[in-house]
């Protein structure tokens, strides 16, 4: 019986980590301040630069909301990026995803000065971290191994399995753990066999966006798994299978819940660590997102 891989902790860490980043940057007269761009309406895109703020408060970091309409012009929005870019008292640009249709997000991101791009989108950090060089990186994935490299210090030789290849968290996780010399293996919506694959991982990213795909029977004893996806789900028959206890009774009480990529509850049988979903890599998101702001400052010294 596995048990339930706490992030807290970690994501403290990262905190204490980007604090102190604040108060060496404030001793030196230097104020942090990260702008996020919200456009249009989307509930969930909200709740998310609420938590982004209030994070940057918490730390002292000073932040401003840009609220632009769903209707914004394409061109109103890259001339807002190239003015945030030339004004040298905004140290990090984070422009929250998803943009409405009209607007192509890849030149949006494209537009973003690199030194400031917090997201760690640009096709230059892409490249910096592709090639192993300084650089601002995608928070999720930066989260996630810090989680990794507080529970051991060496992921030297281990199999690594990164189940999804998105832009924002497969493909920069699947790098990082490169890096920490992992034996890495991506799966995707092509892969033939996921079982199997996944059977060989000693950890296992999950990062999909499929309620419960991950079962425990996929799972090798005795392996660690980061659940990454955020699912709402409003389905009677999934919660059953997912969700016991308190969180069932809720369930039963709203008709919906949250749930990750992952079977929790069978995935605890025969793993050893699995994350929670909620309150497991969110955590790690939010805090490396204010250690990204505390790089990008130092960045433009
Ligand atoms: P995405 O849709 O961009 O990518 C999903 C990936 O999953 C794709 O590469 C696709 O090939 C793969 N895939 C699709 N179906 C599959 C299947 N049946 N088997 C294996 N792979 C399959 O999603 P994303 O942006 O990477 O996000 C993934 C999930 O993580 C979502 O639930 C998202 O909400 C969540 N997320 C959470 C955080 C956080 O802070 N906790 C951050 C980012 C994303």
Redesign the pocket.
Known sequence: MGTRWSTKSTAEHILEQAKAGVMKLKAASIDPHLVVVLVGDDPASHVYVRHKVAACEELGIRSTKIALPADVAADALLSEVMRLNRDASVHGILVQMPLPKHIDCDAVIRAIDPDKDVDGFHPINVGRLALGQPGLFP??PM?VMALLKQTVTDLSGRRALV????????KPMAHLLLHANCTVTV?????VD?QAVCREADIVIV????PG?VDGGWLKPGSWVVD????EIKDPALAEKLLDGKRLDRFRATGRALVG?VNYRSALDVAELVTPVPG???K???AQLMLNTVTATELQR
Request: charged share 10%; hydrophobic share 35%.
């Open positions: 928070c999720t989260g189940i999804g290849r998105s832009a924002i968290v497969g799966s995707h919506s092509r892969t996921h990062a999909v966006g499929r795909l990454v996806g955020i699912n990529d497991g890599v969110g790690l998101t939010i």
